[in-house]
Structure formats: C-alpha cells, structure tokens
Nanobody, 117 residues
Framework: QVQLVESGGGLVQAGGSLRLSCAAS????????MGWYRQAPGKQRELVVV???????NYADSVKGRFTISRDSAKNTVYLQMNGLKPEDTAVYYC???????????WGQGTQVTVSS
C-alpha cells in the first residue's frame, strides 16, 4: 500500500507563502485522484484542491487564485504552493489519495500551517 508523507508546514505571516510537499512511497499515478485537505481547530476537514490522473483540478473557492497544486512524477511528489496566506488558512493540512478500483482512501499524517496576522 502506498503511503503519503507531508512536509513543509510552519509559521508564516499573513501575505506570506509556503510550499507543502506530499511524498508517496510508490507511484502517485497509482491514485485516481490526489489532493489536499485541511482541518482547522473545531471545524470539519475540508477540501482544498484535488487533481486527477489526467491533470484536471478542482479548487475550493476560498483558495482559488492563491493556491496551486502541482506534481513531479519522477519524485512521486505532489506539491501545494500557497501564496497570499491569510490567518483563516491556519489548519492542519493533509495529503490524500484515492484509488477507485479498491475504493481506498490514503491519508498522510498532516502538517501544521499557522498564519499570523
């Protein structure tokens, strides 16, 4: 089973940038979709962005124009570039992969992003 490990979180001031990485232990194309979710304290986990095998993307309205998902198949890594960060972006960010044939959801352990005002 392919595992996912996130990195790149941290503390940043409002308006700043961070890049999160999600390294897969196998091919990222073993997943039908991959994406990023986030969960703020006291709130439900929410979708940030998802990317399909063929590269179609779907962003949450709250991050459109500020966040960008990308991937490097040679490194089996998916990235989330976050620009123009706002305090409301503060959350634990989780990498997610879905394999439709097995109906399997795979989650990373999460990485904390804190945006100070």
């Amino acid at each position: 089973q392919v595992q996912l490990v996130e990195s790149g979180g941290g503390l940043v001031q409002a308006g700043g940038s961070l890049r999160l990485s999600c390294a897969a232990s196998g091919s990222i194309f073993s997943f039908n979709t991959m994406g990023w979710y986030r969960q703020a304290p006291g709130k439900q986990r929410e979708l940030v962005v998802v990317i399909t095998k063929v590269g179609n993307t779907n962003y949450a309205d709250s991050v459109k124009g500020r966040f960008t998902i990308s991937r490097d198949s040679a490194k089996n890594t998916v990235y989330l570039q976050m620009n123009g960060l706002k305090p409301e972006d503060t959350a634990v960010y989780y990498c997610h992969g879905f394999q439709s044939l097995r109906e399997r959801h795979t989650w990373g352990q999460g990485t904390q992003v804190t945006v100070s005002s």
